[in-house]
């Protein structure tokens, strides 16, 4: 392999990298001018120009391994293309929110490149100790973005709970993985597995690690019960983080465990599929029951984001070979859909933070529909599309996903996962009743930034599009279902 | 013989030192119970033969990490000499899974037929850790930069007065 094809095959990461230095350099220069605009700016021509990168490598169809860690194949780069587009959003929707709020903006800008670097990092890592360090790359950045209101009690509350959380985890993780290698002794994803494949013995051992990384891998996905920081952090985090850690990160946390487990942890597929399916179902009954009971749209939609990561595990729970239900295909297009369906919802709530200001309860939503007509019905499709109601992604998702589930057997399963769909229906819709039928005690209209409503409507459109075109992405999601499986070394 | 006799006094030193870690009410005996810890296990390394990791534990954890510590310790005044416990109403139940844990985890490891590696340790070691750095490990090892980088900056916003 020589320079040109390392530069090629890693040039989302290149140009990330890149972007972060320039956004900073940026921000020196005309930091007072503009309030981070122009850093803004370079950091969402920088994501854009990464993702163009990545889509540019997928279609030479690329199944490698690039220094012996990272692995240049369809599956990551899916992710990555996703990411890429998720933290770009945020960015651009941020502008306005984080312009008076804080001195860093500069760094706000360049902390978020370095999250999309993480993620990219991430989910192509082929080795235990990328993947450690990948994560906490990841976390790291996480913490200091969720708490980057100085002075805000609940940003810092929240920081400083998701960090206590994310170390221990991390701890966790890395005991996991010091088995790992202590049976097979390599660190190689593929090695790894071949090994424990030949091991007979190995198996008592090899399924504790296996609960081990699941439990430091599986926090950032929120899955319960390792999710205990995520309503915290989702409801004191800076509202376009709360997006950012409920989408791109959640969606780097599903792509590595499921990296981990089809590669390193194949022989153990009868056992890790009934660790998953109960992880799967204390996580949709804890998120969505706990959501029903709350006040704020901000914290029900941080226990929604929990439930949802219940579904999206599904998918990984019910995977086989199938060619149309393989479970891995409806954990992808879920994700994907659920990017934009979440980082619109949780960005809705900007301009309602702005008039109530901060307060995300119910009753700010009331009689939106007559105050922000505009606002009320792009809230609708999100949430119709966060409770899977046609035409919207979140339906397509949930379809592929409970597919595969009744298409494995698992009539249980498909049938809690469905009781937790109405249970959810109720939350999502009630929010809906409010803002529709129920008398405002909130005068006056509701004024959006136009980052901001470029950010809504392109979520908006996308959001249909997957729902409506749902043929077309399917089939860019089936064939993203390559991953490398060779040993690195 | 003197090898497993010298492993059992340093282990048992060590867990002694972590057990102060978590009992001590006193915050600053606490990281002076770290810093023992920290020791036994560089002693640990050097009687495993892996004198760059046990130079390394010495170096960075107890010349940068612990020393740090007791520095936030000693600069907040109002956590210096106060007593805190270390113990809530759910105590009971960490006992419970910490004691299941570690039988679980004893009797899987005794049982477990380890492929142990018998052959010397090489001459140049430390040598070969440096080639993995940028060999195998260099895309981990770059990470790592990137990383400290973006902690750094962390740092420095977290602690500027506002």
Partial sequence: ?489 | MVGQALFILTAGITLLMALGVVLARNLFHAALFLVGAFFGIAVLFILLEAEFLGAAQIIIYIGAIATLIVFAIMLSRHVMGKEAGAYNRNWYFALAGVVFFFLLLGWLLIKMPFNLVTAEVPADAIAQIGQGFVGHYVVPFEVASVLLLVALIGAIMLARER
């Fill in chain 1, 1 to 489: 392999m020589n320079v040109s094809d390392i530069i090629r095959l890693l040039s989302p990461e290149l140009i990330l990298l890149i972007t972060g230095f320039v956004v900073i350099g940026v921000d020196l220069a005309r930091r007072r001018e503009d309030e981070g605009r122009t850093a803004a700016a370079v950091a969402v021509v920088g994501l854009i120009l990464a993702a163009l990168a990545a889509i540019f490598l997928y279609f030479s169809s690329p199944n490698q391994i690039v220094f012996y860690t990272m692995a240049i194949d369809l599956y990551g780069l899916f992710f990555k293309v996703a990411a890429f587009i998720g933290v770009a959003l945020v960015i651009i929707a941020s502008v306005n929110y984080m312009a008076g709020r804080s001195k860093f903006l500069g760094e706000f800008y360049a902390l978020l490149v370095f999250a999309a670097l993480a993620i990219s990092v991430l989910v192509s890592a082929t080795n235990l100790i990328l993947i450690y360090i990948g994560i906490e790359f990841l976390s790291i950045t996480s913490y200091i973005l969720t708490g980057f209101l100085r002075g805000n009690e609940r940003s810092e509350e929240a920081a400083i709970k998701y960090f206590l959380y994310g170390a221990s985890a991390g701890a966790i993780l890395l005991f996991g993985m010091s088995l790992l290698f202590g049976l097979t002794g390599t660190t190689d994803l593929a090695a790894v597995g071949k090994a424990l494949e030949a091991g007979g013995d190995m198996h008592w051992l090899g399924l504790v690690a296996l609960v081990l990384v699941l439990a430091g891998l599986g926090y950032k996905a929120s899955l319960v019960p390792f999710h205990q920081w995520a309503p915290d952090t989702y409801d004191g985090a800076p509202t376009p983080i709360s997006a950012f850690l409920s989408t791109a990160s959640k969606a780097a946390g599903f792509a590595i465990v499921g990296r981990v487990f089809l590669v390193a942890f194949s022989d153990f597929h009868p056992e890790w599929t009934q660790v998953l399916a109960a992880i799967a179902v204390l996580t949709m009954f804890l998120g969505n029951l706990t959501a029903l009971k709350q006040k704020s749209v901000k914290r029900m939609l941080a226990y929604s984001s929990i439930g949802q990561a219940g579904y999206i595990l599904l998918g990984l729970v019910a995977v086989s070979n199938d060619p149309t239900f393989g479970g891995v295909n409806g954990l992808m297009i879920y994700l994907f859909g659920y990017i934009f369906t979440n980082v619109g919802a949780f960005l809705l709530l900007l301009p309602i933070e702005k008039k109530s200001g901060g307060s995300t309860d119910m009753e700010q939503f009331d009689g939106l529909a007559t105050r922000a007509p505009g606002l009320a019905l792009l809230m609708s499709l999100f949430l119709i599309s966060l409770a899977g109601i046609p035409p919207t992604a979140g339906f397509i998702g949930k379809f592929y996903v409970f597919a595969s589930v009744i298409n494995q057997r698992m009539i249980v399963l498909g049938a809690l996962a469905a009781v937790n769909t109405v249970i959810a229906a109720f939350y999502y819709l009630n929010v809906i009743r409010h803002m529709y039928f129920a008398e405002s005690a909130v005068e006056g209209g509701v004024t959006v930034g136009r980052g901001l409503m470029t950010v809504l409507a392109i979520n908006a459109i996308m959001v249909l599009a997957i729902g409506i075109f749902a043929q077309f992405f399917m089939t860019w999601v089936n064939s993203s279902l390559a991953l490398v499986t060779a040993s690195g070394f």
